[in-house]
Every structure is written in structure tokens, then in C-alpha cells.
């Protein structure tokens, strides 16, 4: 035998793993999930803008194209008002066909070419982050076999291939090549680690000053532990460093069982913090929507393993799984040819097209059939015109302080120990923290005695790229203890201040 047949060389090696990763077949569990979830998401968000579609993308209202920033002007036509109407009330339908399953790759394709037509329409609000991934996903998505399980075309053929096929065939699922499902994780690994060098260049990044200020607005949605994670910087601080490593390395790990486990844990909880920190609702749902393209042929199996275990166990959900089978099964059409499925699917297109043009008309949502007349320019108040051509005001020196704290301990630069209680002798840290911008600025920091009188006083220069300063305060022992306070100051005058106390020194008491 020759030795040649014996003995794989190692190019023959690494192109059998590169045909196995990309064109293995399995059954495409992990791509019908996300087939189910990303539509569903993105459907939510075109209902809350189709009100005001005709604003947002047409020509009869206001629309921003996003080609129009790089002077690509009149990249892509801008649509009348009634047929804008109606294409996005289409989207939402093949949003929702997708999502079901129903005339899957057609209601794909359709989806993200209007999705994507949408986005370059309005650059303000509709072309996001997570608008230009979901944009993504939907072609991939288009590009597989997403629909052959858990949808309604398997569901309508299912009775016919009962009927056809042999009895040991008869609850076999279809199996693909696995290369759109690899294409989507290689995407999601490559989105994250283009972040983590972007994070790398973002100045404040690493020390939480970013995420920090950005916990202290409303520029997404209310979030119900920005503020109080703000009085703690040094979480934002460590939860940097986690994201950029966890960033940087997902591509890497992702492809073993603990690695993927790993990653997809600190995936999830990293999207579920930034919902709760800084209001961040579409892109959580979405990145985390896509994980399931993860989801192996063994990792399902294990689970219906378990889940068939608990079923045993249980007699009542056992007949409640008995009965609701049966009833899936009665509604199942007993012969529905692919035209029929077809046909209904386009007289759908159609009766969406006009139906949403004819409710838009009938809401007069612009008020031109008001019963006292279109509505009119009113002319505006005197007090607005006044107070909108008044002169740029300067910024005020108290609102460039953001904060200041007193401590004894700093890790990454940050006040780990707030207190206001100390004892003589200790080595005070006052912190100062300043909002962007400032110019470079002078700031005094004193420690005056509770009637006034200044007890130690330093200064420094804050350049413009410094969001904060630590200042150095030693209490002498010779201060007899009590009430004392920091005072921070520029130009003169008082910004902020921060009351403190001095304890006595406790001596060791001999025995």
C-alpha cells in the first residue's frame, strides 16, 4: 500500500478541520432560534416608529439619509410619503413571517433590504449599533435553512412528509451545512474584538470616567442602578478591564464548551449590566438573541435529554404535552400545496400594503381633515425669540465641579473608602472630580477648622484632559479633634465642601 495513503500530510489535516468547521452537517437548532428572536426584537421597534414613518423616511417629511454625510447625495430615492407607509407596515409583515417561519427565505431577503433601506434613511435614529448587527444576522439568516425546523413551512409540510416517507424516517430532522451558523459567530467574535481596540483608543475608558458619566444621564432610557453605581466609580472601573480582556479573547475561546460557556456568560451578564446601568434595552436583546447561533447539535440533545427526564417524573405534564400535541395536530392542514402557502403569503403583502396606507389616512395624524381647518403656523412668543438670540452664555466655574470625596485608600485612581470620619494623624485623600470640558484650571483645596480658620492649604494645576485630582491632607496629631471641613476652590470662591471629623488617636493600653 502506498505510504502516501497511509499517512495524511498536514495541508490534508488542516483543510479536512477547515471543511469540518464550515460544511459539517447538523441540524440547524441554534440558527432557528435566532430565525424566531431577532425578528420578534426588531418588529417591536418598527411598530413604535410606523407612526411616524412619513416623517422619518419620505419625502414629505424630515428625512436624514445616511449617504448625505459623506456628500453621496441621492444615493438612495427618497419615497413618497403614502409608499413609505405602506413598505414599513410591509416590513413589519415579513418581519413577522420570519420570525414564524412562514415563506422563510423570501420574508428574509424582503426584511433586510428594506430594514437596511430604512436605516439609510434615517441616520439619527434608526441607523444604531445594533440596527447595523440585526442587519447582519437577517442576510445571514437568509443565506441558511433557518425555516426547515420550528416554523410554519416545516409545520405545513409536515403531514405530507408523514405520509410519504418510511416509518423510521418519520421524526428524522433535516440537516444542512453549518457555514452560515460559523459566518454569524465569526461575526459576533469580530464585532467584539473591533470594540476592544476601539475601547483601547477611547480616552477615560479604562478608568470608568466614560461609563460613568454616561450612568449619570438619561441619553437612552431611565436605568435603575446608574445613579447609585456612580457613588462606586471603581465598579465602572473594573467592569472596563472584564469587558476589554472578555472582548478581546472571545473570538478565541468561543469554540470549546467552557470557553463558550465562559464567554457567553460574561456576554450575557455584560448586556443584562448596561440594561440596567445605562438604559440600553434593543442591544442587550439583540446580542443576546444571536448567542443561541452557538447552540450545537449536542448542547439540544442534552437538553431534551434532561427535559425528557423531568417529563417522566412528572404524569401531569405529561398529559398536558399529550393533549396540546393532539391539538397542534388538528389544526395542521391536511393537504395545502405550496402555491396555497404561497398565495396567501403574497395576498397578505398586499391587503398590509393598503391597509396601512388607509388607517395612516384615516388617524389624520397632521390634522388636515380637523374640523376647524388644517393646522397653522402660530407665530412665536416674544420671550423665546429673546431668550433663543441671547449670547452664548459661559460656562459657570462651580459647574465644572462635578464632586468631592474624602478617603484614605485609592485603587485605579479612585476613592475605594468614602467617609467622613478620621483620626488624628491619618493621611487624608480628597478626591476632586471635574466635568468635561474645562480649560486648564487652578484648584485649592483647604482644611479649615469648623469656625474658618485654614489649617493646611495645597494647590495644583488640572490640565484639560485630567477628569479629577487626588490632593494629599495630613492631619497633624496636634489637632485637637472635632469638627473640621475640605473646601475646594477656584478663582477665589468657594465650589464645593465636604464636612469631616477627627477622632482621637487611641494609644495601646498596657496591661
Not at 198 to 212: A, C, N, R, V
Not at 265 to 288: D, E
Not at 417 to 433: A, P, T
Request: aromatic letters at 14%.
Amino acid at each position: 500500500m502506498d505510504a502516501k495513503e497511509l499517512i495524511p500530510t498536514q495541508q490534508n489535516s488542516i483543510r479536512n478541520r477547515f471543511h469540518r468547521f464550515f460544511f459539517a452537517k447538523e441540524i440547524p437548532f441554534g440558527l432557528a432560534i435566532v430565525r424566531i428572536l431577532v425578528p420578534l426584537i426588531l418588529f417591536g421597534t418598527v411598530c413604535t416608529r410606523w407612526r411616524y414613518s412619513r416623517e422619518l423616511f419620505s419625502s414629505d417629511g424630515a428625512p436624514a439619509p445616511l449617504a448625505d454625510i459623506f456628500r453621496y447625495y441621492d444615493f438612495l430615492p427618497v419615497l413618497p410619503g403614502s409608499v413609505v407607509v405602506g413598505l414599513f407596515a410591509a416590513l413589519g409583515f415579513f418581519l413577522i413571517c420570519s420570525s414564524i417561519g412562514w415563506m422563510t427565505r423570501f420574508s428574509l431577503i424582503a426584511s433586510v433590504v428594506l430594514y437596511t433601506y430604512f436605516c439609510f434613511m434615517d441616520c439619527i435614529s434608526m441607523a444604531t449599533k445594533y440596527s447595523v448587527i440585526a442587519s447582519h444576522v437577517l442576510f445571514l439568516l437568509s443565506l441558511s435553512n433557518c425555516g426547515a425546523i420550528w416554523s410554519v413551512d416545516s409545520w405545513l409540510k409536515g403531514r405530507r412528509q408523514n405520509r410519504s416517507l418510511p416509518q423510521y424516517t418519520k421524526y428524522e430532522l433535516p440537516r444542512f451545512e453549518i457555514w452560515p451558523q460559523r459566518l454569524m459567530q465569526i461575526l459576533i467574535g469580530v464585532v467584539y474584538f473591533g470594540a476592544a481596540m476601539t475601547k483601547l483608543h477611547t480616552p477615560g475608558y479604562l478608568e470608568g470616567d466614560q461609563i460613568s458619566y454616561w450612568a449619570m444621564s438619561r441619553y437612552n432610557n431611565p436605568h435603575p442602578m446608574g445613579d447609585f453605581l456612580t457613588m462606586y466609580p471603581i465598579v465602572f472601573s473594573v467592569m472596563s478591564y472584564v469587558a476589554l480582556v472578555w472582548e478581546i479573547v472571545f473570538v478565541f475561546i468561543v469554540w470549546q464548551k467552557w470557553g463558550r460557556i465562559v464567554g457567553l456568560g460574561l456576554g450575557a451578564a455584560f448586556h443584562i449590566g448596561t440594561l440596567f446601568s445605562l438604559g440600553l434595552y434593543i442591544f442587550p436583546m439583540i446580542s443576546i438573541s444571536i448567542y443561541f447561533c452557538f447552540l450545537t447539535e449536542k448542547d439540544v440533545r442534552w437538553l431534551s435529554a434532561q427535559f425528557r427526564r423531568f417529563y417522566r417524573q412528572g404524569v401531569w405534564l405529561a398529559q398536558y404535552f399529550f393533549k396540546l400535541n393532539a391539538r397542534i395536530e388538528s389544526l395542521r392542514p391536511h393537504h395545502v400545496t405550496a402555491w396555497k402557502s404561497s398565495a396567501a403569503w403574497g395576498a397578505g403583502i398586499v391587503v398590509v400594503l393598503f391597509l396601512s396606507i388607509y388607517v395612516e389616512d384615516r388617524l389624520d395624524l397632521y390634522g388636515l381633515r380637523r374640523a376647524e381647518g388644517r393646522m397653522t403656523l402660530h407665530e412665536v412668543a416674544p420671550e423665546l425669540i429673546e431668550e433663543m438670540l441671547v449670547p452664548e452664555q459661559v460656562m459657570r466655574q462651580k459647574d465644572k465641579f462635578l464632586s468631592v470625596d474624602v478617603g484614605t485608600r485609592m485603587v485605579g485612581g479612585w476613592l475605594t473608602d468614602r467617609k467622613s470620619e478620621f483620626m488624628v494623624g491619618d493621611l487624608i485623600l480628597v478626591q476632586c472630580c471635574l466635568n468635561p470640558p474645562h480649560e486648564d484650571i487652578w484648584i485649592d483645596c483647604h482644611f479649615c477648622e469648623e469656625n474658618g480658620r485654614i489649617v493646611t492649604r495645597v494647590g495644583q494645576i488640572v490640565p484639560r484632559e485630567n477628569l479629577r485630582y487626588t490632593f494629599q491632607i495630613y492631619a497633624p496629631e496636634i489637632l485637637a479633634p472635632g469638627n473640621y471641613y475640605v473646601s475646594i476652590k477656584s478663582k477665589g470662591k468657594e465650589m464645593m465642601r465636604r464636612s469631616i471629623t477627627l477622632l482621637p488617636k487611641l494609644s495601646a493600653v498596657a496591661n
